[in-house]
Nanobody
Framework: QVHLVESGGGAVQTGESLRLACVAS????????IAWFRQAPGKEREGVAC????????YLEDSVKDRFTMSRDNVKNMAWLQMNSLKPEDTGVYFC????????????????????WGQGTQVTVSA
């Protein structure tokens, strides 16, 4: 069972950038797919980005694909979400999640696919 902890959230203005980090412990990240989800107040949790095991699959949600980039470092057991040109609609709690099996791209945004979740980190973007 992998333990995930997110960090790097904060309050920024429209157009600014944030870099979120997800640190995994307990099990080597090499054998896991990793995803980022976000949840705005009053809304369902939605998939944002995904990297499969050995980076065989990558995904970015349409509204962020020109602005966000996901990466991972298996030596450090970390994953990142670089968020540029932030907009107020990006506001929400951002979670990282992991899966112990191969993840097809079509499953990246399916909440029930993912086995383990971090506690979340708050991102607030003001106009």
């Amino acid at each position: 069972q992998v333990h995930l902890v997110e960090s790097g959230g904060g309050a920024v203005q429209t157009g600014e950038s944030l870099r979120l980090a997800c640190v995994a412990s307990g099990v080597t990240l090499t054998n896991y797919s990793i995803a980022w989800f976000r949840q705005a107040p009053g809304k369902e949790r939605e998939g944002v980005a995904c990297l499969g095991r050995d980076d065989e699959v990558s995904y970015l949600e349409d509204s962020v694909k020109d602005r966000f980039t996901m990466s991972r470092d298996n030596v450090k057991n970390m994953a990142w979400l670089q968020m540029n040109s932030l907009k107020p609609e990006d506001t929400g709690v951002y979670f990282c999640a992991s899966s112990r099996v191969f993840t097809p791209q079509v499953m990246c945004t399916i909440r029930d696919w993912w086995d383990d979740w971090g506690q979340g980190t708050q991102v607030t973007v003001s106009a």
